[in-house]
């Protein structure tokens, strides 16, 4: 080390407090190699302050596009979605800009998954709201708050998927874990355990982090237009459309179902479910049935399905839907 660089600056710069010193010193690494530690070697080093930084801290611009993937990935790594949240904007900012931000591990934010242990508040919004804590006064962090629930109870998660694709995407409505999670849950009949819910999960946490970033990017006026959109289930995965094509909305059980209609000349030749929020399994004989019977009948009143009549019925509305634009 330079003697240019005084030892607080060097702690200061690495994060490393006294415990971090007296760690090293009873290695060995202060002492003489393959000799036995002196008492001077194995006394703790005399703890040097580093300064407490002063909040609220400054704010530096952030790629949201960094914390989406950051915090899909910390999902895994830090023990979900809240740690997961908060390290994808603070650890990635301690590893731009270090101090302040290296002095603060995600992994103290682990508790607040699963909504905090009680499917309460998603973990995810829980670590943006704390990150925003560090930056502005309440005042300030509130309204980012609002603005952050609002985007998320309107989103369709997830849209980032790196690793596997996921069969539908559902919107919350909410800002509780039990709502979010268990709508997906319900669309899909995935068990908590399943890759795919932990692969929406994850993709919850980025997408949240890069909302958060989004929103104190602009906050703090680097730039004004947000880059982080709400993605609807209205615009998610929009298909490209033939001329004898046509895409129509209903209303079920657990939300709108979408559908796409092929139509050949006046008949109706093919049908296809592209998104919905429908609980698997129950809805199952309505998705598998009333298309089919539609086709037959080339008529959008068919029978429902047993057990399943909200989701036959929905059906049935979005291909109405589609058929009204026939021709226009």
Request: aromatic residues 8%; hydrophobic residues 35%.
């Amino acid at each position: 080390m330079s003697n240019d660089v005084s030892r607080r600056d060097f702690l200061r710069k690495a994060g490393v407090g006294a415990l971090g010193l007296g760690v090293l010193t009873l290695t060995g690494c202060a002492g003489a190699a393959g000799s036995a530690p002196t008492p001077e070697d194995t006394t703790p080093a005399t703890p040097e302050a580093i300064e407490s930084p002063a909040w609220p801290w400054k704010w530096e611009e952030l790629d949201p596009q960094v914390a989406l993937e950051n915090g899909y990935k910390a999902f895994y790594s830090h023990g979900g979605c809240c740690a997961g949240a908060v390290s994808a904007i603070v650890e990635t900012l301690a590893g731009q800009y270090g101090y302040p931000y290296n002095q603060i591990n995600a992994k103290m934010f682990a508790d607040g998954a699963g909504g905090y242990g009680v499917q309460s508040l998603c973990g995810s919004l829980g670590g943006a709201c704390a990150v925003f804590g560090l930056f502005m006064e309440g005042s300030d962090a509130n309204g980012l708050r609002n603005e952050l629930y609002e985007w998320y109870k309107g989103h369709a998660f997830p849209q980032y998927q790196p690793e596997m694709a996921s069969p539908v995407m559902t919107v919350s409505e909410s800002v509780e874990c039990r709502d979010s999670v268990g709508k997906y849950m319900a669309a899909t009949g995935y068990a908590m355990s399943d890759p795919g819910r932990l692969a929406r999960c994850a993709a919850v946490t980025g997408e949240v982090a890069a909302k958060a970033a989004d929103l104190l990017n602009i906050k703090f006026g680097y730039y004004t237009e947000p880059k982080v959109a709400q993605s609807t289930l209205d615009g998610a995965d929009e298909p490209e459309l033939g001329p004898n094509e046509y895409i129509g909305e209903g209303q079920g059980y657990g939300g709108k179902i979408r559908v796409k209609v092929t139509m050949d000349g006046t008949k109706i030749a093919k049908i296809d479910v592209l998104s919905h929020s429908e609980s698997a399994g129950i809805s199952d004989p309505a998705f598998e049935s009333v298309p089919k019977a539609i086709i037959e009948k080339q008529s959008a009143e068919v029978d429902v399905a047993t057990g399943a009549t909200m989701a036959s019925n929905g059906i049935m509305e979005a291909v109405k839907d589609a058929l009204s634009k026939v021709g226009k």
